[in-house]
């Protein structure tokens, strides 16, 4: 079993800036691909960024490239979202998830953390 704990959203304008972290328990983190996504109410669940194992490998929606930049620490078993240029249409829960594929798809992470709310107001 791998715990997740998201933290770091909130509100923010337009234009501005949050770090996302999601720390892990159990398992060795560094085993684990991990992945963010989003929903928005009425939506369905969205990729946003994967990162590999070794943190060596990324991709990313087109809606955030350029904006936002996933990383990883595998020493502090944490994922980060950083997340620039916030536009209102990022509101959302986002999730981190692990699993041990590298892919966009949800369906396909094992572990999920309970998600945290970004809200940017124009």
């Known amino acids: 079993q791998v715990q997740l704990v998201e933290s770091g959203g909130g509100l923010v304008q337009a234009g501005g800036s949050l770090r996302l972290s999601c720390a892990a328990s159990?398992?060795?983190?560094?085993?684990?691909?991990m992945g963010w996504f989003r929903q928005a109410p009425g939506k369905e669940r969205e990729f946003i960024a994967v990162?590999?194992?070794?943190?060596?490998?990324?991709s990313y929606a087109d809606s955030v490239k350029g904006r936002f930049t996933i990383s990883k620490d595998n020493a502090k078993n944490t994922v980060y979202l950083q997340m620039n240029s916030l536009k209102p249409e990022d509101t959302a829960v986002y999730y981190c998830?692990?699993?041990?594929?590298?892919?966009?798809?949800?369906?396909?992470?094992?572990?999920w953390g309970q998600g945290t709310q970004v809200t940017v107001s124009s």
């Open positions: 998830a692990a699993g041990v594929v590298f892919t966009t798809t949800w369906k396909m992470y094992d572990y």
């Open positions: 159990g398992r060795t983190f560094s085993n684990y691909v």
């Open positions: 990162i590999s194992r070794n943190g060596g490998m990324t």
